[in-house]
């Protein structure tokens, strides 16, 4: 099939890879015309492993082109997702300012049949605004179809090629077969192709992430009890996720959610909720205890120095969102970084792959390092913020060494505490006792 991706990011471009390498022919377009330059080079400007490889293969292949034609990617193909921005705006609630320009834009531009398909997360009705849209500025027919992305960063790539559902919202049967034969590859092992409406399938998606945001919540919530009663959540955690109804996994306790969707996705389907009379006290909740946990290493840091943060030097491992990804959008890193600058500390982070991205915001306020152990040297304390794995066993004698202060926060429950303290670390976890 001829396809085109409008929006050439984390989804875009993954999305677009795996298409391409079943067979299809992809145009992805993006309006960024250096991230195009890049990939028409094989360079990839995001961060996700395994990609790098497929784009190169597809597109040396001839399956997989790049354009910031607009134009050209609709008139050469008769499905067009779109995988467009849908950021917070100022009220919290989805802007749809890219994807309802860019629908209008097709219509114009479109020379035949065309089947949208939005892969954005957007409220319900938005599909119905895409057609509307769509319809009254084209002269050819056009189906419209929501087919919400579920794909993780960091891991994008796998959950493209075996998704654990594929949800499809449309009321064309056309379309709805088109959609089924584009994904049929990807479900080979029996995972569901679900067919719903559109309102339905846009829901979804909001439903899946609120979910993910509550548990995460949820079990921040509770370890800051724990800390206080002198009870270790890692216990409580495995205690209660042995109950397959409550289940092993997100129920991490740490320093808050972040990232390009849960974040702006709750505060959007709280605004969703608002705008039906609704009262959204259990999504509100979810919010506001995750703005909370943003800071509850700083304030561990600043109650241990009485307060007195002001001339303390402090290093932060970890500026990503979640290990795996460059992606810095909405990092509980940030948040803790403009609080300590403005308590008059010292910061020295480093990350393996997302300095770059935290550089253009902080710029020479923070100083920046390439070695996690150059990050030490002479520090008061360290915050882990993000549990990449190079984290997970360092040489505690040389951080030691390195450090001033002996004190690491692990906003991860990364470390054994026991073991720390028996080599001499003043050693604070997120909800693990007294
Ligand atoms: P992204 O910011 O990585 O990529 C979006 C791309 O669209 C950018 O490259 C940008 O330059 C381009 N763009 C912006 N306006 C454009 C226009 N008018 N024409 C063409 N290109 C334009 O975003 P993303 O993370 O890929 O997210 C896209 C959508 O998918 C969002 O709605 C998001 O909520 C949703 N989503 C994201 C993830 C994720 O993990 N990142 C997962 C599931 C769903």
Same mark, same amino acid.
């Given at each position: ?11 875009? %471009? ?15 377009? $993006? ?6 330059? =890049? %990939? ?50 100022? $009220?919290?609630?989805?802007?749809? *300012? ?10 114009? &531009?479109?020379?035949?049949?065309? %089947? ?10 938005? =599909? ?30 796998? &959950?493209?090629?075996?998704? $654990? ?16 034969? @584009? ?10 192709? @679900? ?8 829901? *979804? ?26 009870? $270790? ?9 042995? &109950?397959?109804?409550?289940?092993? @996994? ?50 561990? %840091? ?80 360290? @915050? ?51």
């Amino acid at each position: 099939m001829n396809l085109s991706i409008i929006g050439t990011g984390y989804v875009g %471009l993954v999305q677009g890879a795996c298409f391409a390498d079943t067979g299809n022919r992809v145009i992805c377009m $993006d309006i960024d015309e250096r991230k195009i330059k =890049a %990939l028409k080079k094989g360079i990839i400007p995001i961060y996700e492993p395994g990609l790098e490889e497929m784009v190169q293969k597809n597109a040396q292949e001839g399956r997989l082109e790049f354009t910031t034609s607009l134009k050209i990617a609709v008139q050469n193909s008769d499905v067009i997702f779109l995988c467009l921005p849908t950021p917070q705006s100022e $009220d919290g609630s989805a802007d749809l *300012t890219h994807v309802l320009e860019v629908a209008d834009e097709i219509g114009k &531009d479109a020379n035949g049949e065309k %089947l949208v398909v939005s892969k954005s997360t957007v409220p319900v009705g938005t =599909a119905d605004k895409i057609r509307g849209i769509v319809r009254k500025k084209s002269k050819y027919p056009v189906e419209v179809a929501s087919n919400p992305e579920f794909l993780k960063e960091g891991t994008a790539l796998q &959950d493209s090629l075996k998704p $654990d559902r594929i949800v499809i919202g449309s009321r064309s049967k056309k379309a709805i077969e088109i959609l089924k034969e @584009l994904y049929e590859p990807f479900v080979r092992t029996g995972n569901p192709i @679900l067919v719903m409406d559109e309102r339905s399938a846009e829901m *979804t998606k909001y439903a899946a992430n609120a979910f993910l945001a509550m548990k995460i919540s949820f079990v921040n919530e509770l370890a800051n009890l724990c800390e206080q009663v002198g009870a $270790d959540i890692d216990w409580v955690r495995r205690g209660i996720a042995a &109950d397959p109804r409550i289940g092993k @996994l997100f129920l991490f306790p740490g320093v808050g959610y972040g990232g390009s969707c849960l974040p702006k996705d709750v505060k959007a389907l709280i605004k969703t909720s608002e705008a039906n009379d609704r009262d959204p006290r259990l999504l509100r909740a979810v919010d506001e205890v995750n703005e909370n946990q943003k800071m509850v290493l700083v304030s561990k %840091l600043a109650s241990r120095f009485r307060n007195r943060l002001r001339g303390k030097v402090v290093a932060i491992w970890g500026l990503s969102f979640k290990p795996q990804t460059d992606d810095v959008r909405e990092a509980p890193s940030l948040v803790m970084i403009e609080s300590l600058l403005q308590s008059g500390v010292t910061v020295r982070a480093h990350d393996p792959i997302a300095i770059s991205a935290v550089k253009a915001r902080f710029g020479k306020r923070v100083q920046f390092f390439e070695s996690s152990y150059d990050a030490l040297k002479g520090v008061d304390a360290l @915050l882990v913020v993000t549990e990449w794995n190079e984290f997970r066993r360092p040489d505690f004698t040389r951080m030691k060494r390195l450090m001033k202060h002996p004190i690491i926060l692990d906003g991860r429950n990364i470390y054994d505490p026991k073991e720390l303290k028996e080599m001499g670390f003043e050693y604070y976890g997120v909800g693990r006792g007294r």
